[in-house]
């Protein structure tokens, strides 16, 4: 029995050993991918459902690894945002993003470019000095970039960000709550929040044809958002028939696979060449 303990507690060390290095060795990589440019912004746009047309486009974060190939944020952001990584990401995009959204500008491309940003961000204090003092340097106004912020970080302290969320609102700087419906919004603090997009998360989008119950609560997300007059995007359209289950029910704009995945800034203009006419 003791040998058996013995086995077990150099089982979990050796467990806790690799898991420990492993989070390391992302953690140096991530730190080196900034300064090495492996970082990439991939743009997904926004359709307005009743006119057809682009509304703008969301920035996804893609890191171009020189072993690993092309990741996802799943596999690294959660990492980052265990420590202050995340701010140093967060600042990464929120100035390529105004790069990108310098160069569609000189092309007559005024395409508003929404950014997601970490709970962590949010608490730094100096994120709307920050946005502006980018948006400056490539000369844009601030009000070219949305804000995406998760429902969870913003009811985590939703007395806390009301004033930086103000801030942005006066500088034209729209704010969207993202995977709205898989937290615990408070109507009352929802109400007072200065915010101006509901984006309905993916899950219920991906099964509203065949579950009711989805349906139902797109429905009364669509409802919310009219009460409240914010416009609601949803997330995640992969066929016609969820496009149009959601343009029936009123919902305003969409994103997903049936009109574009997240493609390269370069590959925009000619994405929005094909689209648009
Ligand atoms: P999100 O903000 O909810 O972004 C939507 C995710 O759904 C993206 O995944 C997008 O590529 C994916 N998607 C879009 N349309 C479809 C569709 O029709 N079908 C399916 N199956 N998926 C679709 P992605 O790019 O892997 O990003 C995952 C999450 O990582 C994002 O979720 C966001 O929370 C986070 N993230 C991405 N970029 C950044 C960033 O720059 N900063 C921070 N803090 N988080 C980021
Ligand atoms: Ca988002
Ligand atoms: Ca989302
Ligand atoms: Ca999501």
Same mark, same amino acid.
């Given at each position: 029995a003791k040998e058996a303990g013995g086995n077990t507690y150099r089982f979990f060390r050796q467990e806790m050993l690799e898991r420990t290095t492993r989070r390391l060795t992302l953690e140096m990589d991530l730190r080196r991918a900034i300064s090495n440019n492996e970082l990439e912004l991939h743009y997904q746009p926004k359709i307005d %459902?009743?006119?057809? /047309?682009? /509304?703008g486009v969301e920035a996804l974060l893609r890191w171009r690894h020189p072993t690993r190939g092309m990741q996802a944020p799943g596999e690294f952001i959660p990492l980052a945002e265990e420590n202050a990584l995340i701010c140093d990401i967060g600042a990464w995009v929120i100035g390529e993003a105004c790069r990108q959204t310098a160069i569609w500008r000189a092309q007559g491309l005024d395409l508003k470019v929404a950014i997601n940003i970490s709970a962590r961000q949010l608490e730094t204090g100096d994120l709307y000095q920050q946005l502006c003092a980018l948006a400056h340097q490539r000369g844009?106004?601030?009000?070219s970039l949305e804000l995406e912020l998760t429902e969870s970080a913003l009811m985590k302290n939703p007395e806390g960000v009301t004033g930086l969320l103000n801030q942005f609102r006066q500088a034209g700087v729209r704010i969207a709550v993202d995977d709205f419906g898989t937290g615990y919004s408070s109507l009352a603090y929802l109400r007072r929040l200065p915010i101006d997009i509901l984006k309905i998360d993916r899950s219920f989008v991906l099964d509203a044809i065949a579950d009711e119950d989805d349906a139902q609560i797109i429905k009364t997300i669509l409802a919310l958002g009219q009460s409240l007059k914010l416009a609601v995007v949803a997330e995640g359209v992969e066929s016609e028939s969820q496009a149009a289950l959601l343009k029936a029910s009123g919902c305003d704009q969409a994103q997903g696979y049936l009109y574009?995945?997240? %493609?390269p800034g370069d590959d925009i203009e000619a994405w929005l060449t094909q689209h648009t006419h």
């Open positions: %459902l009743a006119s057809n /047309t682009v /509304t844009i106004p601030p009000s574009a995945k997240p %493609l």
